[in-house]
């Protein structure tokens, strides 16, 4: 089981950045070595959830095109976090994001984990 706990979410004008934080956690082991792909997903009021930008456990990261060029991912392995730096923020980036990890516990054991979403508002 992994539990993930995002941060850093909240009201900021056009143009402005924001750094988001995921923090993940597992009972009685070092969940760390399970966990494989990372990434951020968000949704907007009346949309369906969408890929922001993901980082896998080799660093290779991936991201939206509405995204790229503004929204930085990184992972730090040794505190099992997770950020996504955003700047440039359009009001179009308005949602609530979530964090999400892949971990594998055995060849036939993997998960995926969302966090309970942090709220991001960007007013014009």
């Known amino acids: 089981q992994v539990q993930l706990v995002e941060s850093g979410g909240g009201l900021v004008h056009s143009g402005g950045s924001l750094r988001l934080s995921c923090a993940a956690s597992?009972?009685?082991?070092?969940?760390?070595?399970?966990?494989?792909?990372m990434g951020w997903y968000r949704q907007a009021p009346g949309k369906e959830r969408e890929l922001v930008a993901t980082?896998?456990?080799?660093?290779?990261?991936n991201y939206a095109d509405s995204v790229k060029g503004r929204f930085t991912v990184s992972r730090d392995n040794a505190k099992n976090m997770l950020y996504l730096q955003m700047n440039s923020l359009k009001p179009d980036d308005t949602a609530v994001y979530y964090c999400?990890?892949?971990?594998?516990?055995?060849?036939?054991?993997?998960?995926?984990?969302w966090g309970q979403g942090t709220q991001v508002t960007v007013s014009s």
């Open positions: 597992g009972s009685g082991r070092n969940i760390g070595r399970y966990i494989n792909a």
């Open positions: 980082i896998s456990s080799d660093g290779t990261t």
């Open positions: 999400k990890v892949r971990a594998q516990f055995a060849i036939e054991a993997v998960y995926d984990y």
